[in-house]
């Protein structure tokens, strides 16, 4: 993928830029926010990476004049603003994922891999497939060999999130933002009891499991 990093921390800038690239992805720095809206609004990028505190003019800014000129390149915010408003604000602004500093390197990459392959929206995905397990859009039904599986309306969307990102680590933080939107206390052991309920239901009855822990990152689905 190409990818344009705006930040103007240094030592952020290097572990970001090596860590990208040592993944295999063609990224761009720019260290000043009005220079990165130039070069954003000028150049493809499949995502953009963007500081939210900036030089000239600040990350929110340079989203909000992106979208107004019709540029929908997929922006992670990355900020020290990390508290509930702060994220609200960034994902009903315009951004589609923001991440809070110090972070980990590996999720950063992570979640940047997963807005770089998102479908235009003129494309919509009706059908998702992992291994033997299907998921139909537009009824709503779930099978795994053939076999119809009923979930209630949590279990369906952890479940599409989890399939939407087949074969990558999805974090908890991912699943509060993603699945539940924040409408409850952080520290409740809700995703660790909807997890249990869907391996139930997806998993008990075959032979090979298809959603993984793991340890002291989060989840993954893959077959």
Not at 167 to 176: A, F, P
């Amino acid at each position: 993928m190409r990818i344009l990093v705006i930040e103007d921390d240094p030592k952020a800038t290097t572990l970001m830029l090596k860590g990208l690239r040592d993944h295999g992805h063609n990224v761009d720095h720019v260290a000043d926010g009005s220079e990165g809206l130039r070069q954003a609004s000028s150049e493809l990028y499949d995502v953009l990476i963007v500081d939210r505190m900036l030089p000239s003019q600040d990350g929110m800014s340079i989203v909000r004049s992106l979208r107004a000129a019709g540029n929908d390149t997929p922006v992670l915010i990355l900020s020290a603003l990390g508290s509930l408003e702060d994220r609200l604000y960034g994902l009903r602004n315009g951004c589609d994922d923001y991440l809070t500093k110090p972070c980990s390197l590996g999720e950063l990459i992570a979640r940047v891999e997963i807005l770089g392959r998102r479908r235009p929206q003129n494309q919509p995905e009706m059908r998702l497939k992992v291994g033997d397990l299907e998921m139909d859009l537009l009824t709503r039904k779930v099978k795994r060999e053939g076999r119809s599986i009923e979930l209630h309306p949590r279990e369906f969307k952890l479940l599409e999130y989890l399939m939407r990102n087949a074969g990558n680590v999805v974090t908890r933080t991912m699943l509060l933002e993603n699945v539940w939107e924040f409408h409850f206390d952080p520290q409740t052991n809700v995703i660790e009891v909807h997890v249990a309920r869907l391996r139930q239901k997806i998993d008990r009855d075959f032979a090979s499991p298809l959603i993984h822990t793991v340890r002291g990152a989060g989840y993954c689905l893959r077959a």
